[in-house]
Protein backbone atom coordinates (compact mmCIF):
# COMPACT_ATOMS: atom_id res chain seq x y z
CA UNK A 1 0.00 0.00 0.00
CA UNK A 2 1.58 3.51 -1.00
CA UNK A 3 1.35 6.64 0.83
CA UNK A 4 0.87 10.25 -0.47
CA UNK A 5 1.20 13.33 1.19
CA UNK A 6 -1.84 15.89 0.91
CA UNK A 7 -2.97 18.37 3.97
CA UNK A 8 -6.00 16.89 5.79
CA UNK A 9 -5.52 18.65 8.96
CA UNK A 10 -3.15 19.52 11.22
CA UNK A 11 -3.01 16.80 13.12
CA UNK A 12 -3.21 14.22 10.01
CA UNK A 13 -1.02 14.54 6.85
CA UNK A 14 -0.55 11.37 4.89
CA UNK A 15 -3.40 9.73 3.81
CA UNK A 16 -2.89 6.12 2.77
CA UNK A 17 -4.13 5.18 -0.64
CA UNK A 18 -6.28 2.00 -1.20
CA UNK A 19 -7.22 0.25 -4.00
CA UNK A 20 -10.79 -0.84 -3.79
CA UNK A 21 -9.39 -4.08 -3.91
CA UNK A 22 -7.77 -3.27 -0.43
CA UNK A 23 -11.40 -2.48 0.63
CA UNK A 24 -13.24 -5.11 -0.62
CA UNK A 25 -10.94 -7.96 0.75
CA UNK A 26 -10.49 -5.55 4.64
CA UNK A 27 -14.36 -6.04 4.45
CA UNK A 28 -14.88 -9.60 3.41
CA UNK A 29 -11.96 -10.79 6.09
CA UNK A 30 -13.91 -8.74 8.61
CA UNK A 31 -16.72 -10.40 8.10
CA UNK A 32 -15.27 -13.97 7.73
CA UNK A 33 -13.64 -13.52 11.72
CA UNK A 34 -17.28 -12.74 12.36
CA UNK A 35 -18.75 -15.95 11.58
CA UNK A 36 -15.94 -18.16 11.72
CA UNK A 37 -15.54 -18.93 8.52
CA UNK A 38 -14.27 -21.87 7.30
CA UNK A 39 -10.47 -21.86 6.14
CA UNK A 40 -10.81 -23.91 3.41
CA UNK A 41 -13.76 -21.63 2.13
CA UNK A 42 -12.02 -18.67 3.24
CA UNK A 43 -9.07 -19.38 0.36
CA UNK A 44 -11.83 -20.40 -1.86
CA UNK A 45 -13.19 -16.87 -1.63
CA UNK A 46 -10.38 -14.67 -1.42
CA UNK A 47 -9.65 -15.28 -5.05
CA UNK A 48 -10.98 -14.82 -8.28
CA UNK A 49 -12.35 -18.16 -10.57
CA UNK A 50 -11.07 -16.87 -13.53
CA UNK A 51 -9.20 -13.51 -15.24
CA UNK A 52 -9.83 -12.66 -18.90
CA UNK A 53 -8.04 -10.10 -20.43
CA UNK A 54 -8.57 -9.33 -24.25
CA UNK A 55 -6.87 -6.90 -26.70
CA UNK A 56 -8.74 -6.25 -29.46
CA UNK A 57 -8.05 -3.73 -32.79
CA UNK A 58 -11.30 -1.64 -33.76
CA UNK A 59 -11.08 0.84 -37.18
CA UNK A 60 -12.11 4.08 -36.25
CA UNK A 61 -14.33 6.70 -38.19
CA UNK A 62 -11.13 8.23 -39.94
CA UNK A 63 -10.23 4.60 -41.62
CA UNK A 64 -7.12 4.31 -38.56
CA UNK A 65 -7.50 1.29 -36.14
CA UNK A 66 -7.00 1.53 -32.31
CA UNK A 67 -5.83 -1.17 -29.99
CA UNK A 68 -8.42 -1.31 -26.68
CA UNK A 69 -7.91 -3.95 -23.69
CA UNK A 70 -11.29 -5.52 -21.93
CA UNK A 71 -11.87 -7.23 -18.84
CA UNK A 72 -13.96 -9.44 -17.28
CA UNK A 73 -13.45 -11.25 -13.90
CA UNK A 74 -15.19 -14.16 -12.98
CA UNK A 75 -15.10 -14.75 -8.64
CA UNK A 76 -17.73 -17.56 -8.03
CA UNK A 77 -20.00 -19.33 -9.03
CA UNK A 78 -21.35 -21.64 -6.41
CA UNK A 79 -24.80 -20.17 -6.41
CA UNK A 80 -24.91 -19.71 -9.95
CA UNK A 81 -24.24 -17.90 -13.50
CA UNK A 82 -21.30 -15.60 -12.88
CA UNK A 83 -23.59 -11.88 -12.72
CA UNK A 84 -22.53 -8.47 -13.43
CA UNK A 85 -22.02 -5.16 -15.40
CA UNK A 86 -19.53 -4.05 -17.65
CA UNK A 87 -18.41 -0.84 -17.20
CA UNK A 88 -16.39 1.96 -19.89
CA UNK A 89 -14.11 3.83 -18.20
CA UNK A 90 -10.74 5.33 -18.29
CA UNK A 91 -10.28 3.44 -14.51
CA UNK A 92 -10.98 0.67 -15.72
CA UNK A 93 -8.27 -2.61 -14.58
CA UNK A 94 -7.76 -5.65 -13.36
CA UNK A 95 -7.92 -4.68 -10.36
CA UNK A 96 -10.90 -2.39 -10.17
CA UNK A 97 -12.83 -5.51 -11.51
CA UNK A 98 -11.54 -8.10 -9.11
CA UNK A 99 -13.11 -5.78 -6.47
CA UNK A 100 -16.43 -5.29 -8.18
CA UNK A 101 -16.74 -8.59 -9.19
CA UNK A 102 -16.24 -9.92 -5.27
CA UNK A 103 -18.92 -7.04 -4.51
CA UNK A 104 -21.29 -8.92 -7.46
CA UNK A 105 -21.11 -12.08 -5.51
CA UNK A 106 -21.75 -10.84 -1.96
CA UNK A 107 -24.58 -8.71 -3.47
CA UNK A 108 -26.52 -11.70 -5.06
CA UNK A 109 -26.19 -13.78 -2.70
CA UNK A 110 -27.49 -11.66 -0.44
CA UNK A 111 -30.62 -11.11 -2.02
CA UNK A 112 -31.07 -14.42 -2.34
CA UNK A 113 -30.53 -14.81 -6.13
CA UNK A 114 -29.39 -18.22 -8.09
CA UNK A 115 -25.87 -15.90 -9.14
CA UNK A 116 -22.84 -15.62 -8.42
CA UNK A 117 -20.59 -12.71 -8.92
CA UNK A 118 -18.63 -11.17 -11.92
CA UNK A 119 -17.65 -7.95 -13.68
CA UNK A 120 -15.44 -6.43 -16.43
CA UNK A 121 -15.23 -3.68 -19.10
CA UNK A 122 -13.22 -1.24 -21.67
CA UNK A 123 -10.45 0.92 -20.79
CA UNK A 124 -11.96 4.11 -22.42
CA UNK A 125 -13.63 7.34 -21.69
CA UNK A 126 -16.54 7.07 -24.60
CA UNK A 127 -17.34 10.79 -24.61
CA UNK A 128 -14.52 10.37 -26.89
CA UNK A 129 -15.57 8.25 -29.62
CA UNK A 130 -18.57 8.61 -31.96
CA UNK A 131 -21.88 6.19 -31.70
CA UNK A 132 -21.08 4.13 -34.73
CA UNK A 133 -17.16 3.83 -33.29
CA UNK A 134 -19.10 2.36 -29.62
CA UNK A 135 -21.05 0.06 -31.32
CA UNK A 136 -17.80 -1.32 -33.60
CA UNK A 137 -15.97 -1.31 -30.17
CA UNK A 138 -18.66 -3.01 -28.19
CA UNK A 139 -19.23 -6.08 -30.82
CA UNK A 140 -15.59 -6.51 -31.40
CA UNK A 141 -15.43 -6.38 -27.45
CA UNK A 142 -18.45 -9.38 -27.39
CA UNK A 143 -16.72 -11.69 -30.06
CA UNK A 144 -12.84 -11.29 -27.96
CA UNK A 145 -14.97 -12.90 -24.95
CA UNK A 146 -16.07 -15.78 -27.16
CA UNK A 147 -17.53 -18.46 -25.17
CA UNK A 148 -16.24 -16.91 -21.71
CA UNK A 149 -20.07 -15.36 -21.21
CA UNK A 150 -23.37 -17.28 -21.96
CA UNK A 151 -27.47 -17.19 -20.53
CA UNK A 152 -26.42 -20.07 -18.03
CA UNK A 153 -22.69 -19.21 -17.29
CA UNK A 154 -21.80 -15.27 -17.00
CA UNK A 155 -24.55 -12.71 -17.88
CA UNK A 156 -23.25 -9.49 -18.36
CA UNK A 157 -25.85 -6.19 -17.70
CA UNK A 158 -25.35 -2.41 -17.45
CA UNK A 159 -22.88 -0.52 -15.44
CA UNK A 160 -21.12 3.02 -15.54
CA UNK A 161 -21.34 4.51 -19.39
CA UNK A 162 -22.75 1.48 -20.74
CA UNK A 163 -26.81 1.43 -20.91
CA UNK A 164 -29.86 -0.55 -22.48
CA UNK A 165 -28.44 0.04 -26.51
CA UNK A 166 -25.01 -1.42 -25.11
CA UNK A 167 -26.75 -4.74 -23.95
CA UNK A 168 -28.57 -4.73 -27.67
CA UNK A 169 -25.36 -4.77 -29.14
CA UNK A 170 -23.72 -7.29 -26.66
CA UNK A 171 -27.02 -9.75 -27.53
CA UNK A 172 -26.94 -9.12 -30.97
CA UNK A 173 -22.80 -10.57 -31.60
CA UNK A 174 -23.21 -12.84 -29.19
CA UNK A 175 -26.43 -14.39 -30.39
CA UNK A 176 -24.99 -14.05 -34.03
CA UNK A 177 -22.06 -16.65 -33.16
CA UNK A 178 -24.60 -19.39 -31.82
CA UNK A 179 -26.14 -22.36 -34.34
CA UNK A 180 -29.33 -20.58 -35.70
CA UNK A 181 -31.57 -22.91 -33.77
CA UNK A 182 -29.93 -21.98 -30.70
CA UNK A 183 -30.13 -18.16 -30.96
CA UNK A 184 -33.29 -16.85 -30.16
CA UNK A 185 -32.80 -19.15 -26.78
CA UNK A 186 -29.69 -16.79 -25.96
CA UNK A 187 -31.58 -13.43 -25.37
CA UNK A 188 -31.29 -13.96 -21.81
CA UNK A 189 -26.86 -13.44 -22.66
CA UNK A 190 -27.23 -10.04 -20.97
CA UNK A 191 -29.65 -7.95 -18.99
CA UNK A 192 -30.70 -4.17 -19.31
CA UNK A 193 -31.82 -4.50 -22.80
CA UNK A 194 -34.22 -2.38 -24.50
CA UNK A 195 -37.78 -2.69 -23.58
CA UNK A 196 -38.60 -4.06 -27.71
CA UNK A 197 -35.49 -6.14 -27.69
CA UNK A 198 -36.40 -8.56 -24.50
CA UNK A 199 -35.54 -6.19 -22.09
CA UNK A 200 -37.92 -5.65 -18.88
CA UNK A 201 -40.01 -2.71 -17.95
CA UNK A 202 -38.86 -1.04 -14.83
CA UNK A 203 -35.41 -2.17 -15.29
CA UNK A 204 -33.84 1.40 -16.20
CA UNK A 205 -34.93 2.85 -12.62
CA UNK A 206 -34.63 -0.61 -10.52
CA UNK A 207 -31.23 0.21 -9.32
CA UNK A 208 -32.21 4.11 -8.46
CA UNK A 209 -35.57 3.05 -6.98
CA UNK A 210 -33.98 -0.24 -4.82
CA UNK A 211 -31.71 3.19 -3.20
CA UNK A 212 -34.51 4.98 -2.57
CA UNK A 213 -36.76 2.29 -0.71
CA UNK A 214 -33.49 1.20 1.49
CA UNK A 215 -33.72 4.81 2.67
CA UNK A 216 -37.40 4.58 3.24
CA UNK A 217 -37.31 1.34 4.96
CA UNK A 218 -34.19 2.57 7.40
CA UNK A 219 -36.39 6.00 7.83
CA UNK A 220 -39.70 3.22 8.80
CA UNK A 221 -36.83 1.73 11.18
CA UNK A 222 -36.18 4.65 12.75
CA UNK A 223 -39.52 6.57 13.08
CA UNK A 224 -38.41 9.11 10.54
CA UNK A 225 -40.15 10.58 7.82
CA UNK A 226 -38.50 12.00 4.38
CA UNK A 227 -40.38 14.49 4.03
CA UNK A 228 -38.79 17.94 3.74
CA UNK A 229 -35.40 15.91 4.86
CA UNK A 230 -32.28 17.66 2.67
CA UNK A 231 -30.22 15.51 0.47
CA UNK A 232 -27.37 14.97 -1.98
CA UNK A 233 -26.63 13.57 -4.49
CA UNK A 234 -23.25 12.12 -6.43
CA UNK A 235 -23.44 11.23 -9.61
CA UNK A 236 -26.72 12.41 -11.80
CA UNK A 237 -26.86 9.18 -13.81
CA UNK A 238 -29.26 6.61 -13.98
CA UNK A 239 -29.15 5.86 -10.17
CA UNK A 240 -28.79 9.27 -9.18
CA UNK A 241 -31.42 10.70 -11.22
CA UNK A 242 -34.10 7.76 -10.30
CA UNK A 243 -33.34 7.92 -6.61
CA UNK A 244 -33.67 11.35 -6.82
CA UNK A 245 -36.88 10.99 -8.44
CA UNK A 246 -38.52 8.79 -5.83
CA UNK A 247 -36.78 10.92 -3.20
CA UNK A 248 -38.57 14.24 -4.51
CA UNK A 249 -41.77 11.95 -4.89
CA UNK A 250 -41.43 11.51 -0.93
CA UNK A 251 -41.21 14.73 -0.45
CA UNK A 252 -37.63 14.81 0.36
CA UNK A 253 -35.67 17.88 -0.94
CA UNK A 254 -32.42 17.72 -3.16
CA UNK A 255 -30.04 20.78 -2.04
CA UNK A 256 -26.80 19.69 -3.68
CA UNK A 257 -25.69 17.45 -7.05
CA UNK A 258 -21.90 16.35 -8.42
CA UNK A 259 -21.37 14.76 -11.26
CA UNK A 260 -17.70 14.49 -13.12
CA UNK A 261 -17.93 17.96 -14.42
CA UNK A 262 -18.62 20.12 -11.29
CA UNK A 263 -21.28 20.51 -7.74
CA UNK A 264 -24.05 22.82 -7.53
CA UNK A 265 -26.25 23.86 -4.49
CA UNK A 266 -29.52 25.27 -3.76
CA UNK A 267 -30.34 24.66 0.14
CA UNK A 268 -34.01 25.80 -0.86
CA UNK A 269 -34.31 23.10 -3.27
CA UNK A 270 -33.71 21.44 -6.88
CA UNK A 271 -36.14 20.91 -8.90
CA UNK A 272 -34.96 16.81 -10.31
CA UNK A 273 -36.79 17.06 -13.36
CA UNK A 274 -35.80 20.42 -14.34
CA UNK A 275 -32.50 19.38 -13.61
CA UNK A 276 -32.29 15.97 -15.74
CA UNK A 277 -33.60 17.86 -18.89
CA UNK A 278 -30.98 20.13 -18.45
CA UNK A 279 -28.54 18.13 -18.33
CA UNK A 280 -29.56 16.07 -21.38
CA UNK A 281 -29.79 19.80 -23.21
CA UNK A 282 -26.09 20.07 -21.53
CA UNK A 283 -24.30 17.48 -22.89
CA UNK A 284 -24.79 15.72 -19.62
CA UNK A 285 -23.64 17.85 -17.53
CA UNK A 286 -25.40 19.67 -14.57
CA UNK A 287 -22.75 22.77 -14.76
CA UNK A 288 -24.50 26.42 -14.58
CA UNK A 289 -27.80 25.04 -13.98
CA UNK A 290 -29.76 28.25 -13.51
CA UNK A 291 -31.57 27.10 -10.94
CA UNK A 292 -28.68 26.55 -8.45
CA UNK A 293 -25.04 28.31 -7.39
CA UNK A 294 -21.54 26.49 -8.23
CA UNK A 295 -20.12 24.81 -5.74
CA UNK A 296 -16.64 23.82 -5.16
CA UNK A 297 -16.13 20.21 -5.49
CA UNK A 298 -13.91 19.90 -2.27
CA UNK A 299 -16.86 21.26 -0.23
CA UNK A 300 -19.54 18.92 -1.96
CA UNK A 301 -19.68 15.96 0.99
CA UNK A 302 -19.92 18.87 3.77
CA UNK A 303 -23.07 20.39 2.16
CA UNK A 304 -26.11 20.40 4.92
CA UNK A 305 -28.09 17.39 4.32
CA UNK A 306 -29.40 14.76 6.43
CA UNK A 307 -29.35 12.00 3.58
CA UNK A 308 -25.74 11.35 1.28
CA UNK A 309 -26.45 9.36 -1.42
CA UNK A 310 -22.66 8.66 -3.40
CA UNK A 311 -23.67 7.01 -6.35
CA UNK A 312 -20.65 7.34 -9.14
CA UNK A 313 -17.62 6.02 -8.20
CA UNK A 314 -15.71 4.22 -6.08
CA UNK A 315 -13.29 5.50 -3.00
CA UNK A 316 -15.03 9.10 -2.76
CA UNK A 317 -15.63 9.17 0.97
CA UNK A 318 -12.20 8.47 2.51
CA UNK A 319 -10.42 9.67 6.00
CA UNK A 320 -9.71 13.34 3.84
CA UNK A 321 -13.28 14.20 3.95
CA UNK A 322 -15.44 11.92 6.40
CA UNK A 323 -15.28 14.33 8.90
CA UNK A 324 -16.76 17.29 7.04
CA UNK A 325 -19.75 14.82 6.25
CA UNK A 326 -22.85 16.62 8.48
CA UNK A 327 -25.71 13.91 6.80
CA UNK A 328 -26.58 11.02 9.69
CA UNK A 329 -26.92 8.38 6.68
CA UNK A 330 -25.01 7.61 3.71
CA UNK A 331 -26.91 5.65 1.16
CA UNK A 332 -24.36 3.65 -1.36
CA UNK A 333 -26.03 4.20 -4.59
CA UNK A 334 -22.47 2.87 -6.24
CA UNK A 335 -20.19 0.06 -5.71
CA UNK A 336 -17.26 0.94 -3.23
CA UNK A 337 -17.84 4.54 -2.40
CA UNK A 338 -16.76 4.81 1.18
CA UNK A 339 -13.60 3.02 2.15
CA UNK A 340 -12.53 1.44 5.08
CA UNK A 341 -11.01 4.02 7.05
CA UNK A 342 -13.99 6.75 6.27
CA UNK A 343 -16.27 4.42 6.93
CA UNK A 344 -14.54 3.90 10.51
CA UNK A 345 -14.37 7.48 10.85
CA UNK A 346 -18.32 7.89 9.91
CA UNK A 347 -18.97 4.87 12.04
CA UNK A 348 -17.64 6.49 15.65
CA UNK A 349 -19.22 9.40 14.46
CA UNK A 350 -22.99 7.86 14.84
CA UNK A 351 -23.30 8.00 11.05
CA UNK A 352 -25.37 4.84 9.65
CA UNK A 353 -24.32 3.49 6.12
CA UNK A 354 -26.60 1.49 4.09
CA UNK A 355 -23.89 -0.65 2.18
CA UNK A 356 -23.60 -1.00 -1.79
CA UNK A 357 -24.35 -4.56 -1.48
CA UNK A 358 -27.67 -3.81 -0.14
CA UNK A 359 -28.24 -0.79 -0.94
CA UNK A 360 -27.66 -0.38 -4.62
CA UNK A 361 -29.19 -4.48 -5.26
CA UNK A 362 -32.32 -3.06 -6.66
CA UNK A 363 -30.58 -3.22 -10.50
CA UNK A 364 -29.25 -7.03 -10.04
CA UNK A 365 -32.48 -8.14 -8.90
CA UNK A 366 -34.13 -6.20 -11.95
CA UNK A 367 -31.92 -7.99 -14.22
CA UNK A 368 -33.04 -11.31 -12.06
CA UNK A 369 -36.76 -10.05 -13.00
CA UNK A 370 -35.73 -10.13 -16.95
CA UNK A 371 -33.19 -12.99 -16.87
CA UNK A 372 -36.64 -15.29 -15.56
CA UNK A 373 -38.93 -13.56 -18.20
CA UNK A 374 -36.76 -14.13 -21.16
CA UNK A 375 -36.42 -17.86 -20.05
CA UNK A 376 -39.80 -18.36 -19.47
CA UNK A 377 -40.72 -16.42 -22.41
CA UNK A 378 -43.20 -14.14 -20.50
CA UNK A 379 -43.77 -10.29 -20.38
CA UNK A 380 -44.59 -8.54 -17.51
CA UNK A 381 -45.95 -5.28 -16.86
CA UNK A 382 -44.08 -2.26 -14.73
CA UNK A 383 -46.51 -2.10 -12.07
CA UNK A 384 -45.86 -5.94 -11.09
CA UNK A 385 -42.31 -5.42 -11.60
CA UNK A 386 -41.91 -2.30 -9.28
CA UNK A 387 -43.92 -4.49 -6.79
CA UNK A 388 -42.03 -7.65 -7.07
CA UNK A 389 -38.71 -5.39 -6.57
CA UNK A 390 -40.52 -3.51 -3.57
CA UNK A 391 -41.03 -6.90 -1.80
CA UNK A 392 -37.93 -8.35 -2.51
CA UNK A 393 -36.07 -5.30 -1.27
CA UNK A 394 -37.81 -5.08 1.69
CA UNK A 395 -36.75 -8.98 2.69
CA UNK A 396 -33.24 -8.15 2.18
CA UNK A 397 -33.38 -4.82 4.32
CA UNK A 398 -35.25 -6.45 7.42
CA UNK A 399 -32.80 -9.56 7.04
CA UNK A 400 -29.70 -7.16 7.17
CA UNK A 401 -31.18 -4.88 9.46
CA UNK A 402 -32.50 -7.41 12.08
CA UNK A 403 -28.95 -9.16 12.16
CA UNK A 404 -27.53 -6.08 12.57
CA UNK A 405 -29.41 -5.24 15.76
CA UNK A 406 -29.09 -8.90 16.58
CA UNK A 407 -25.42 -9.23 16.39
CA UNK A 408 -24.83 -5.81 17.31
CA UNK A 409 -22.70 -4.75 14.34
CA UNK A 410 -23.21 -2.19 11.75
CA UNK A 411 -24.84 -2.46 8.12
CA UNK A 412 -22.07 -3.52 5.96
CA UNK A 413 -20.41 -6.14 8.61
CA UNK A 414 -24.15 -7.86 8.44
CA UNK A 415 -25.02 -7.78 5.18
CA UNK A 416 -21.40 -9.59 4.95
CA UNK A 417 -21.91 -12.05 7.33
CA UNK A 418 -25.36 -12.98 5.55
CA UNK A 419 -23.86 -13.47 2.05
CA UNK A 420 -20.91 -15.32 2.76
CA UNK A 421 -23.29 -17.62 5.34
CA UNK A 422 -24.98 -18.53 2.26
CA UNK A 423 -22.49 -19.01 -0.19
CA UNK A 424 -20.42 -21.30 3.04
CA UNK A 425 -23.65 -23.51 3.15
CA UNK A 426 -23.73 -24.17 -0.13
CA UNK A 427 -19.93 -25.35 -0.41
CA UNK A 428 -20.42 -27.80 2.73
CA UNK A 429 -23.19 -29.19 1.49
CA UNK A 430 -21.69 -29.92 -2.09
CA UNK A 431 -17.95 -30.45 -0.90
CA UNK A 432 -15.16 -29.46 -3.42
CA UNK A 433 -14.27 -31.16 -5.97
CA UNK A 434 -11.11 -33.32 -5.37
Request: contains cysteine; proline residues 4%.
Amino acid sequence: MTTITAEVNKKQKKVPVRGMMDNVMEQFNSAADQINLHPNIRKILSITNNEIIVHFPVKMDNGEVEIFTGYRVQHNNALGPYKGGLRYHPTVDIDAARALAMWMTWKTSLAGLPYGGGKGGIQLDPSKYSQGELERITRRFTFALADNIGPEHDIPAPDVNTNSQTMAWIADTYMSTRPPAERTANQHVVTGKPDGSGGLEGRDRATGYGVFLNIKFWAEKNNESLFDKKYIVQGFGNVGYWASYFMEKEGAKLVAVQDAFGSIENQNGINVEDLFNYSLSNNGSIVDFPEASALKSENFFATDCQICIPAALGNQITAKNADSIKAQLIAEGANGPTNVEGEKILLDRGVSIIPDILCNSGGVVGSYFEWLQNRNGELWLLDEVMAKLDKKMRESFNKVYEYSEREGMDLRTAAYCIAIKRIEKAYIQRGIFP
